[in-house]
């Protein structure tokens, strides 16, 4: 069965740093080009981020370019999300996903930015 | 950035009726490697979005034959031949032909009437 599960959302201020975790398994992971996807409350979706299945190469999306770094560890099975300078826009549930297909999804961890 | 569009954007459906929801793009979403791109997603209220149909027409493993997906180039279709009360949620178009970025739609909120 394949699964992702995410971790290390919460609560952070204006300017403030979070690291996300996913967790994977039930699939190659380490042969997976991987996604972050956010949904900020009420509102649709929104692709953050891509990682090729080696972590060379790594896309974003405009508004988080300098901010956010996508990265993966694949002897862990595992992708991370480090968002520094946080604003409150980037308020959202953030979801991991299989790239490329888009066939698989976490269940998401809130990240909260207010003062 | 390729532009997704969704319409309607609510859509009231009555049991056992059809449903149609458009989505449109704002340049073609065929590959050079001449696959289109176009997935559709459900996501129930407080659920992670599930992978209804891939590559315009491909209905996913488990997903009921009632749903099915058309279209080309830029005008595509997701219908649904009978809603049933489960079928409640918004659904999402995505395309994944040009990026990055890939872009999703606003998506259409279908209730039961």
């Known amino acids: 069965e394949v699964q992702l599960v995410e971790s290390g959302g919460g609560l952070v201020q204006p300017g403030g740093s979070l690291r996300l975790s996913c967790a994977a398994s039930?699939?190659?992971?380490?042969?997976?080009?991987m996604s972050w996807v956010r949904q900020a409350p009420g509102k649709g979706l929104e692709w953050v981020a891509n990682?090729?299945?080696?972590?060379?190469?790594?896309y974003y999306v405009d508004s988080v370019k300098g901010r956010f770094t996508i990265s993966r560890d694949n002897a862990k099975n595992s992708l991370y999300l480090q968002m520094d300078s946080l604003r409150v826009e980037d308020t959202a549930v953030y979801y991991c996903?299989?790239?490329?297909?888009?066939?698989?999804w976490g269940q998401g961890t809130l990240v909260t930015v207010s003062s | 950035d390729v532009v997704m569009t969704q319409s309607p954007l609510s859509l009231p459906v009555t049991l056992g009726q059809p449903a149609s929801i458009s989505c449109r793009s704002s340049?073609?979403?065929?590959?050079?490697?001449?696959?289109?791109?176009l997935n559709w997603f459900h996501q129930r209220p407080g659920q992670s979005p599930r992978r209804l149909i891939y590559?315009?027409?491909n209905r996913d493993s488990g997903v009921p034959d009632r749903f099915s997906g058309s279209g080309s180039g830029t005008d595509f279709t997701l219908r649904i031949s009978r809603v049933e009360a489960e079928d409640v949620g918004t659904y999402y178009c995505?395309?994944?032909?040009?990026?990055?970025?890939?872009?999703f739609g606003p998506g259409t909120k279908v209730e039961i009437k």
């Open positions: 996903a299989r790239a490329g297909d888009f066939d698989f």
């Open positions: 995505m395309q994944g032909t040009h990026w990055p970025p890939v872009t």
């Open positions: 340049q073609s979403l065929v590959h050079s490697d001449g696959n289109t791109y």
């Open positions: 039930g699939f190659t992971f380490s042969s997976s080009w």
């Open positions: 990682t090729q299945p080696d972590g060379s190469e790594k």
């Open positions: 590559k315009v027409s």
